[in-house]
């Protein structure tokens, strides 16, 4: 991170701003922005456990989100036993190879990588925890099954998760791949009801690497 001054005089947060990777963003930026352009997704994690008290404040976070018409759909089931979590990974690994090879060998690196911007590449059978990357703590989110809007609102409650966990040291990665648990033999340990289902799935704990930003694209903003 290098500090460079800005010969914008509109600029209308300081003269000054900082230059991440090829990030621009305001050096007076207050926590909010530093944790939204500091949060990665993290797939390498310290074999230490985020505390229960801490858990319950990144959900109370999750609770927080705006939700169509307020009707906060989410549940959140959650893992912390070590085994369980590979459990639930080696077979969400093998669920997930066979909804890819369903979908064609040629779309399979084109559907990983547009459909869940999977940018690091997939390497279903590596390690003990393919999927969960050795992330101490593991949350599916659920949501009604009959609930149009219920995605976005996941989305917005998974975010602010992610944003409150880097807030407090722990980083995070959004697992789309989790959802996958439903079509698994120990998906039922999860006590999911049938009228739900998995949106996604995130992984946090404190990371063991600092991936750098990827590139933004930016010719995606129009003014009318
Ligand atoms: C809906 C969604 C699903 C994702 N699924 C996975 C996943 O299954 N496995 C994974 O390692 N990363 C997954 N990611 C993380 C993305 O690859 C990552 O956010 C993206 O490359 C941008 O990197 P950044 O989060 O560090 O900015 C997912 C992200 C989103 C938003």
Same mark, same amino acid.
């Given at each position: 991170m290098?500090?460079?001054?800005? #010969?914008?005089?509109?600029? #209308?947060f300081?003269k000054e701003i900082?230059e991440v /990777?090829?990030?621009?963003?305001?050096k007076t @930026?207050?926590?909010v922005?530093?944790?939204?352009?500091?949060r990665?997704a993290?797939?390498?994690? $310290?074999?230490?456990?985020v505390?229960?008290?801490t858990i319950?404040?990144?959900i109370?976070a999750g609770?927080?989100a705006p !939700?169509?018409?307020?009707?906060? *759909?989410? $549940?959140f089931?959650?893992?912390?036993k070590k085994?369980?979590i590979?459990?639930?990974s080696? &077979?969400?690994?093998k669920?997930?190879a066979? +909804?890819f090879?369903?979908s064609?060998?040629?779309?399979?690196v084109?559907t990983?990588?547009s459909?869940?911007?999977?940018s690091? +590449?997939?390497d279903f %059978?590596?390690?003990? /925890?393919?999927? %969960?990357?050795?992330? *101490?703590?593991v949350?599916?989110?659920?949501?009604?099954? /009959?609930n &149009?809007?219920?995605?976005?609102d996941? +989305? @917005?409650?998974?975010q602010? @998760?992610?944003?409150a966990? $880097? !807030?407090l040291?722990?980083?995070s990665?959004?697992v789309?791949l989790?959802k %996958?648990?439903?079509?698994?033999?120990?998906f039922?340990k999860?006590?999911?009801?049938?009228?739900?289902r998995?949106?996604?799935s995130?992984?946090?704990?404190?990371?063991?690497? $600092? *991936?750098?930003?990827h590139e933004?694209i930016?010719?995606?903003? %129009?003014?009318?």
């Amino acid at each position: 991170m290098s500090f460079i001054t800005s #010969h914008n005089d509109t600029d #209308h947060f300081s003269k000054e701003i900082c230059e991440v /990777d090829s990030l621009l963003i305001p050096k007076t @930026m207050n926590e909010v922005f530093k944790n939204i352009y500091q949060r990665r997704a993290v797939r390498k994690y $310290k074999d230490k456990p985020v505390e229960r008290a801490t858990i319950e404040t990144l959900i109370d976070a999750g609770r927080m989100a705006p !939700s169509a018409i307020n009707i906060q *759909p989410w $549940k959140f089931y959650i893992l912390t036993k070590k085994e369980d979590i590979r459990a639930f990974s080696k &077979e969400i690994a093998k669920a997930s190879a066979k +909804g890819f090879l369903k979908s064609g060998i040629k779309n399979i690196v084109k559907t990983a990588s547009s459909a869940l911007h999977l940018s690091h +590449g997939i390497d279903f %059978f590596k390690g003990q /925890d393919p999927i %969960f990357h050795g992330a *101490p703590l593991v949350i599916f989110i659920s949501s009604p099954k /009959d609930n &149009e809007w219920s995605g976005l609102d996941i +989305g @917005m409650c998974a975010q602010n @998760m992610m944003l409150a966990a $880097k !807030s407090l040291g722990i980083d995070s990665c959004p697992v789309g791949l989790g959802k %996958f648990v439903e079509q698994t033999k120990i998906f039922p340990k999860l006590h999911i009801p049938k009228a739900e289902r998995v949106n996604i799935s995130l992984i946090f704990g404190y990371g063991d690497e $600092k *991936p750098a930003i990827h590139e933004r694209i930016k010719n995606n903003a %129009f003014y009318l």
